[in-house]
């Protein structure tokens, strides 16, 4: 196992999407650990490091709100801007008036979590990259605040405050509740010169909830593609 880290987060609102819904936005229960990892890269990102999960400790009662959204229909297509970058002519940008939509949208309310964590260094690293060094970069950019791109909740409209912890509280949740189902990360294929490739495979698991504290290193073995 690599360097340690505890952090606390905190919200106002959140939204781990859950794939199986495909136009309306539901979310998880809790944190999928796969947007907790995106959540630390964004504090610190390396091509060489990759976090992993350890425990994630719900801090508060699981509350959901309904609310609407504006969203927009399409998407920004990557070969029109290949061909723009290419110096070929042509308008690549959307305009919401003409394909904007309302869609609703089942957000977690008022979250806290605790979460404990390790990152280990991947073949990308370079050879100055130890991990003392990046270790001792994470902790310097958690005590200043300072990220690469702002903490979210699952997405980007929903701001998370990050706080490096000493320890994490105890959990008010008792019992033991079976999450069912959840999108554990997205594991990306690799060619022959072993890069990454653009398609990913999905990666689940089935977690349970214990008195507020899921121990996600247990199902580490267990994931399903």
């Given at each position: 196992?690599?360097?340690g880290i505890k952090i606390l987060i905190e919200g106002d609102y959140a939204l781990f999407s859950r794939p199986e819904m495909k136009v309306e936005r539901v979310s998880y229960d809790v944190p999928t650990p796969s947007a907790l990892a995106g959540l630390l890269s964004s504090i610190y990102w390396h091509p060489g490091v990759r976090y992993l999960i350890d425990r994630i400790h719900v801090l508060e009662p699981i509350r959901f709100v309904n609310i609407r959204r504006n969203e927009v229909?399409?998407?920004l297509l990557l070969s029109a801007v290949?061909?723009?970058m290419d110096g070929s002519k042509g308008d690549v940008g959307i305009y919401t008036k003409e394909c904007i939509s309302q869609r609703a949208s089942l957000l977690l309310k008022d979250v806290r979590y605790g979460v404990e964590a390790h990152f280990e260094l991947t073949d990308e690293k370079d050879a100055g990259t130890t991990p003392e060094k990046?270790?001792?970069i994470l902790l310097r950019r958690l005590r200043k605040g300072q990220h690469f791109t702002q903490p979210c909740l699952g997405c980007r409209e929903f701001s998370a405050r990050v706080t490096?912890?000493?320890q994490i509280p105890q959990s008010p949740?008792?019992?033991d509740v079976d999450l069912g189902y959840m999108l554990y990360d997205l594991q990306y294929k690799k060619n022959a010169a072993g890069k990454s490739l653009d398609s990913a495979e999905p990666r689940f698991y089935r977690p349970h909830m214990v008195d507020g504290v899921i121990d996600v290193a247990k199902y580490a073995e267990d994931v399903l593609c």
């Open positions: 196992m690599g360097y229909s399409e998407k290949k061909k723009q990046c270790y001792n490096l912890a000493e949740l008792a019992g």
